[in-house]
């Protein structure tokens, strides 16, 4: 079996509802109560966990999946896959912790609920119910879909060594330039509606560079964080409070630039009752994109339902 992919952290905080802006951002910025997701992966049929239910998918799931063929050059039909969701926020595959899976087996997806809406763990399932081949390719998982589908832990494994494909210049995390852009989405066929946020970074130069991000401070050397520190993330705080999240670098390849080459990452949040690292209550929010220790100046939006 294949299996998984780790690992963004989030964080929900739950401010008082007067506590000022900077103060809270501050908390955001040092505070990372994770939780762990893990994602697996499997080609072979393993059986449907008991509490497994089959749900119908939503229709910003037919965007995701027309986003994930773009990206990986592959048609499919979305119609033939059979979608279940466990509760919680891990599921057992084959003995193993994860919180989805795709079975060529039985052409469908498992999900737990904590990744019904995220849209980068959907993704990462799409894409190897399109591909249809074991492990984690390079060329699509860090390659063409790197920008739409979350790819960690051994995801990366899988990926194989990376080489850089030309000589480059190492430079500090302030060489590249860092915008986002939030977008309140129009509501989907179902009525769902998602805030999307779009975080680029750019190598401005015409030659070829290597992003070298500093540790987390005070970990230990060796650690998981020392080794791994942070790529893109967020922060969005809003009338509920805040939420944000990170990827860590664990591939090269994602500090790697080509000349005048652009990253991005796309995250998105469904507009419901709940703040939960893929859910956001309507209303005002203050929201920024990160990469590499660095954030953008920040937008203000208007969240309606
Ligand atoms: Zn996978």
């Known amino acids: ?34 939780t762990l997701s893990l994602i697996g992966c499997d080609l072979i049929t393993p059986p449907l966990p008991p509490n497994a239910a089959e749900f119908a998918p939503p229709a910003v799931y037919t965007r995701w999946w027309a986003m994930t063929e773009a990206c990986s050059g ?42 019904m809406d995220d849209g980068g763990g959907v993704r990462h399932e799409m894409l ?9 390719p390079r060329a699509q998982f860090l390659g063409s879909c790197a920008s ?51 975080i680029s970074v750019r190598n401005s130069r015409g030659r070829a560079v290597l992003v070298s991000v500093p540790p987390f401070p005070g970990v230990l050397p060796g650690s998981v964080d020392a080794e791994n520190p942070p790529g893109f993330n967020y922060q969005l705080l809003g009338p509920a409070g805040g ?31 709940d703040l939960t690292p893929t859910h956001i209550p309507p209303g005002q929010y203050s929201v920024r994109g990160g990469y590499a220790w660095r954030w953008t100046a920040g937008e203000t939006i208007a969240v309606t339902p």
């Open 1 to 34: 079996m294949e299996s998984r992919l780790v690992a963004s952290r989030s964080a929900v905080l739950r401010p008082s509802p007067r506590q000022p802006l900077p103060t809270l951002l501050r908390v955001l910025a040092v505070t990372f109560v994770g």
């Open 74 to 115: 592959r048609s499919g039909d979305l119609t033939a896959l059979r979608w279940y969701h466990v509760p919680g926020y891990l599921l057992s595959v084959n003995g193993q912790e994860a919180s989805g899976y795709y079975s060529l087996g039985g052409n469908r997806i498992v999900l737990v609920d904590e990744m």
């Open 128 to 136: 190897h119910a399109l591909l249809k081949v074991p492990g984690h």
């Open 148 to 198: 739409l589908v979350e790819c960690q832990g051994s995801c990366v494994t899988d990926a194989g060594a990376w080489h850089a494909p030309s000589t480059y210049t190492v430079v500090p995390p302030d060489s590249v330039d860092l915008t986002s852009h939030a977008t309140l989405q129009a509501r989907e066929a179902d009525g769902q509606r998602f805030l999307a946020l779009e």
């Open 243 to 273: 939420t944000s999240s990170n990827m860590y670098i664990e591939d090269s390849s994602t500090v790697f630039f080509k000349p005048f080459e652009t990253k991005q990452f796309l995250y998105e949040f469904r507009v419901d009752s």
